[in-house]
């Protein structure tokens, strides 16, 4: 089994930067694939970004491409989401998911359904 853990998310004025922390624990995390996923209250949970297990694929949201960038350092066993220039809009719990397949497609790994691990979340919060 897989179990992961959200860090580095608070409150930061409209512009500003966080750098989110996604810990894992077990043996195969390293050969996962590893999504972020965000949801705002009152919506649908919605993809954000994703990263092969080596790091050489990765897949963006239109609404973060640019901004956002995933990255992970899989001696440290954890995978990082590094924000920029964040918006009012981006405000959202941040969610750190684990697939369970190797690498098929960034469309594929859009979906909630394809990852059998998740954290707990991390409030991330954009004043205007």
């Known amino acids: 089994q897989v179990q992961l853990v959200e860090s580095g998310g608070g409150l930061v004025q409209a512009g500003g930067s966080l750098r989110l922390s996604c810990a894992a624990s077990?043996?195969?995390?390293?050969?996962?694939?590893v999504g972020w996923f965000r949801q705002a209250p009152g919506k649908e949970r919605e993809f954000v970004a994703v990263?092969?297990?080596?790091?050489?694929?990765?897949y963006y949201a239109d609404s973060v491409k640019d901004r956002f960038t995933i990255s992970r350092d899989n001696a440290k066993n954890t995978v990082y989401l590094q924000m920029n220039n964040l918006k009012p809009e981006d405000t959202a719990v941040y969610y750190c998911?684990?697939?369970?397949?190797?690498?098929?497609?960034?469309?594929?790994?859009?979906?909630?359904?394809?990852?059998?691990?998740w954290g707990q979340g991390t409030q991330v919060t954009v004043s205007s």
């Open positions: 990263i092969s297990w080596g790091g050489s694929s990765q």
């Open positions: 998911a684990a697939a369970s397949k190797p690498w098929y497609s960034g469309t594929y790994y859009r979906q909630t359904n394809n990852y059998p691990y």
């Open positions: 077990g043996r195969t995390f390293s050969r996962n694939v």
